[in-house]
């Protein structure tokens, strides 16, 4: 059965004609009485969101009226008349009124000082709708990203490239680092302030401070995916590693440093699950985890995964592994006989073909000829 979108649940989806026909006129009867002389100040003045838009083309275009409108209601500027959305005093109000009311304005207001200062000021990111003028006046930019930090990529070249400005950004919101210029991104103070909020905007970082121990820290202290985007010396140092893998183990797959990632499994065989798939493709890491636990030896990638040494000596440490053989080793003569060594229960697991290829095979001329 056809259901019309946005029909509330349980209503008769069917609509009469006299049911469309009586909300036509309903509707029209609004703009006839915006535009009828005694009804139009009451409605415009109790029902403004609702009537101004059916107000008259007379109406829309009325300084008088848009100006009192809009004191009420700043974004109904967008439905004045041209002419009237580029008065610079009915933009003023409408923007005191609803910041956001600033989109709609004018290129003319866009490239007014005052205006667009009121604006930014309770909404930052009106900056992005400013001239470009504005967006390379220190003052307009100052106030936009104390309010909105993100703000800040709407600023000029120049502004995001400015010290004081960025560390006002990232003070609001460390997120904004990702707009800064080279300067501030090679600031240790503007970093500082930033990753201290958000640890993973160190990847915005310069190179120079993301091989800056103290910074490093203060990052993977926010946050532990931080240590992503620190450099390879600092990704094999055992107190960053630590600070990182204690809040995830998922950090695990950023570090580099073999020697880091054996003691963490000899710590928790977990840990081998959560390393990268080179690092979990290493034979020695791999009989290192398998050693700790031979559940391990599901996380096994490619080449340890398919050593013929490694599997036998997971087997041997628990039968079960046979259950996560790859296939080029599943029906491997000794690695069966050494599961079903272990346990008659790995039968279970072999199957019939498993079970056959563990038994000795004998040649013909060892069979024995009965008499």
């Given at each position: 059965?056809?259901?019309?979108?946005?029909?509330?649940?349980?209503?008769?989806?069917?609509?009469?004609?006299?049911?469309?026909?009586?909300?036509?006129?309903?509707?029209?009867?609004?703009?006839?009485?915006?535009?009828?002389?005694?009804?139009?100040?009451?409605?415009?003045?109790?029902?403004?969101?609702?009537?101004?838009?059916?107000?008259?083309?007379?109406?829309?275009?009325?300084?008088?009226?848009?100006?009192?409108v809009?004191?009420?209601?700043g974004?109904?500027?967008s439905?004045?008349?041209?002419?009237v959305?580029?008065?610079?005093?009915?933009?003023?109000?409408?923007?005191?009124?609803?910041?956001?009311?600033?989109v709609?304005?004018s290129?003319?207001?866009?490239?007014?000082?005052?205006?667009?200062?009121?604006?930014?000021?309770?909404?930052?990111?009106?900056?992005?709708?400013?001239?470009?003028?504005?967006?390379?006046?220190?003052?307009?930019?100052?106030?936009?990203?104390?309010?909105?930090?993100?703000?800040?990529?709407?600023?000029?070249?120049?502004?995001?490239?400015?010290?004081?400005?960025?560390?006002?950004?990232?003070?609001?919101?460390?997120?904004?680092?990702?707009?800064?210029?080279?300067?501030?991104?090679?600031?240790?103070?503007?970093?500082?302030?930033a990753?201290?909020?958000?640890?993973?905007?160190?990847?915005?970082?310069?190179?120079?401070?993301?091989s800056?121990?103290?910074?490093v820290?203060?990052?993977?202290?926010?946050?532990?995916?931080?240590?992503?985007?620190?450099?390879?010396?600092?990704?094999?140092?055992?107190?960053v590693v630590?600070?990182?893998?204690?809040?995830?183990?998922?950090?695990?797959?950023?570090?580099?440093?073999?020697?880091?990632?054996c003691?963490a499994?000899?710590?928790?065989?977990?840990?081998?699950?959560?390393?990268?798939?080179?690092?979990?493709?290493?034979?020695?890491?791999?009989?290192?985890?398998?050693r700790?636990?031979?559940?391990?030896?599901?996380?096994?990638?490619?080449?340890?995964?398919?050593?013929r040494?490694?599997?036998?000596?997971?087997?041997?440490?628990?039968?079960?592994?046979?259950?996560?053989?790859?296939?080029?080793?599943?029906?491997?003569?000794?690695?069966?006989?050494?599961?079903?060594?272990?346990?008659?229960?790995?039968?279970?697991?072999?199957?019939?073909?498993?079970?056959?290829?563990?038994?000795?095979?004998?040649?013909?001329?060892?069979?024995?000829v009965?008499?």
């Open positions: 059965m056809f259901v019309a979108c946005g029909a509330p649940s349980g209503c008769d989806t069917h609509c009469d004609r006299s049911d469309v026909h009586e909300m036509a006129d309903h509707i029209d009867s609004r703009a006839i009485l915006c535009s009828d002389e005694e009804f139009r100040p009451l409605l415009l003045s109790r029902d403004l969101s609702y009537s101004f838009p059916f107000a008259s083309p007379e109406d829309l275009s009325d300084r008088d009226v848009v100006l009192e809009v004191k009420q209601n974004r109904l500027l439905f004045a008349g041209v002419d959305s580029q008065d610079l005093e009915i933009v003023s109000e409408a923007v005191q009124q609803d910041a956001f009311a600033f709609f304005a290129m003319e207001a866009r490239a007014d000082r005052s205006i667009v200062l009121k604006a930014v000021a309770s909404f930052g990111g009106a900056l992005g709708y400013a001239s470009r003028e504005c967006q390379n006046d220190p003052e307009v930019v100052l106030t936009a990203v104390s309010r909105d930090g993100h703000a800040l990529q709407f600023a000029s070249d120049a502004m995001r490239d400015d010290r004081n400005i960025v560390l006002a950004a990232v003070t609001q919101s460390g997120d904004a680092l990702e707009f800064a210029g080279p300067g501030p991104c090679d600031d240790w103070y503007v970093v500082l302030a990753v201290s909020q958000n640890g993973k905007v160190l990847q915005f970082a310069s190179m120079r401070l993301r800056d121990h103290e910074m820290t203060a990052a993977v202290a926010s946050s532990w995916q931080a240590l992503e985007f620190a450099s390879t010396e600092l990704r094999a140092e055992e107190a630590s600070l990182a893998v204690n809040q995830q183990w998922m950090a695990l797959v950023f570090v580099t440093d073999n020697a880091l990632l003691k499994l000899h710590s928790d065989w977990h840990a081998f699950e959560f390393m990268s798939m080179r690092h979990r493709g290493c034979l020695e890491l791999a009989r290192v985890a398998v700790e636990c031979w559940r391990a030896y599901q996380f096994v990638a490619n080449p340890a995964r398919t050593d040494n490694l599997a036998l000596e997971a087997i041997r440490n628990n039968w079960r592994v046979v259950e996560f053989l790859p296939s080029d080793l599943r029906y491997d003569p000794e690695l069966m006989s050494a599961a079903l060594v272990e346990s008659w229960q790995a039968v279970t697991l072999l199957g019939a073909r498993g079970v056959l290829a563990a038994l000795p095979q004998s040649r013909p001329s060892e069979v024995p009965l008499a």
